[in-house]
T-cell receptor, first 114, second 113 residues
Framework: EAQVTQNPRYLITVTGKKLTVTCSQNMNHEYMSWYRQDPGLGLRQIYY???????DKGDVPEGYKVSRKEKRNFPLILESPSPNQTSLYFC?????????????FGSGTRLTVV | GNSVTQMEGPVTLSEEAFLTINCTYTATGYPSLFWYVQYPGEGLQLLLK?????DKGSNKGFEATYRKETTSFHLEKGSVQVSDSAVYFCARGAQGGSEKLVFGKGTKLTVNP
């Protein structure tokens, strides 16, 4: 089954404690991205990756890092989390098809930073 | 600019009522358009999409038509059910070399029995 797998689903952490949210896709997609969802703001792109070792900032990259060492994995790293990074995070994997672009989302990671 | 504007909620309806959630977009060219749904406590699910002008996307009784003249992609359903209670997001797809999805802010729908 084609899917995007995020872990963990829920995470509560303290300010300043480094954490990583993992994302893996089994569709051999080149393009992957991270979004955060906040009430009244919709989803905003944090970082994206066009392919292995190719990453770039999205709209709200401050406080985040990513890496793309292999095609299937695209972890989101918070080196020093702060309470304003409390949010719902989604990883997405994207493919271009004849009929347009297909986006597949993970189930989400709800992060609370206290 | 590049943005998606959708009707602000929350929207509260009675079961079997008619639903419209407005969505307009700005773009250069003709990107794909999407509606995503997020049920309580769950992730994002693709509800429907349209890839070119005048296309109609439909799923689960919901419909939306890609209108290039009005740059709109309004979501409609003729008779909502309690199980349709969710947050609905309109989104605009890739432009140029970017694969970024641009989302509206979401509209929370509550359907009462």
């Amino acid at each position: 089954e084609a899917q995007v797998t995020q872990n963990p689903r829920y995470l509560i952490t303290v300010t300043g404690k480094k954490l990583t949210v993992t994302c893996s896709q089994n569709m051999n997609h080149e393009y992957m991205s991270w979004y955060r969802q906040d009430p009244g703001l919709g989803l905003r792109q944090i970082y994206y990756s066009m392919n292995v070792e190719v990453t770039d900032k999205g709209d709200v990259p401050e406080g985040y890092k990513v890496s793309r060492k292999e095609k299937r994995n695209f972890p989101l790293i918070l080196e020093s989390p702060s309470p304003n990074q409390t949010s719902l995070y989604f990883c997405a994997s994207t493919s271009r098809q004849g009929g347009g672009t297909e986006y597949t989302f993970g189930s989400g990671t709800r992060l609370t930073v206290v | 600019g590049n943005s998606v504007t959708q009707m602000e909620g929350p929207v509260t309806l009675s079961e079997e009522a008619f639903l419209t959630i407005n969505c307009t977009y700005t773009a250069t060219g003709y990107p794909s358009l999407f509606w995503y749904v997020q049920y309580p406590g769950e992730g994002l699910q693709l509800l429907l999409k349209a890839t070119k002008a005048d296309d109609k996307g439909s799923n689960k009784g919901f419909e939306a038509t890609y209108r290039k003249e009005t740059t709109s992609f309004h979501l409609e359903k003729g008779s909502v059910q309690v199980s349709d209670s969710a947050v609905y997001f309109c989104a605009r797809g890739a432009q140029g070399g970017s694969e970024k999805l641009v989302f509206g802010k979401g509209t929370k729908l509550t359907v009462n029995p």
